[in-house]
């Protein structure tokens, strides 16, 4: 069955920068849409990045310039290269397919990212 397991957050001032990693499996990773989704304290979750099987990437507003999503399909990894932290970015982040509408049950445990200011 589909699997997604996140890790690399942890506790970073604002500033900073964390690389997190979501391995996949059950699924033909290199033919998937994959993105990052975050929800912080209190927010409802929302998508903060997205990579197609082609390449072409999608950022929110938010993120944009400082968040780069890539993605290693010989691991079946999808990355979140997180740059310039700022406070407001601490949630606990997790990948899954996009759009949102693709998610299904498939969320895994995420991975907290908590930025002190």
């Known amino acids: 069955q589909v699997r997604l397991v996140e890790s690399g957050g942890g506790l970073v001032q604002a500033g900073g920068s964390l690389r997190l990693s979501c391995v996949a499996s059950?699924?033909?990773?290199?033919?998937?849409?994959m993105g990052w989704y975050r929800q912080g304290p209190g927010k409802e979750r929302e998508l903060v990045a997205g990579i197609i099987r082609g390449g072409n990437t999608y950022y929110a507003d938010s993120v944009k310039g400082r968040f780069t999503i890539s993605r290693d399909n010989a691991k079946n990894t999808v990355y979140l290269q997180m740059n310039s932290l700022k406070p407001e970015d601490t949630a606990v982040y997790y990948c899954?397919?996009?759009?949102?509408?693709?998610?299904?049950?498939?969320w895994g445990q995420g991975t907290q990212v908590t930025v002190s200011s």
């Open positions: 899954n397919f996009v759009p949102y509408a693709q998610t299904g049950d498939y």
């Open positions: 059950g699924f033909i990773f290199r033919l998937s849409a």
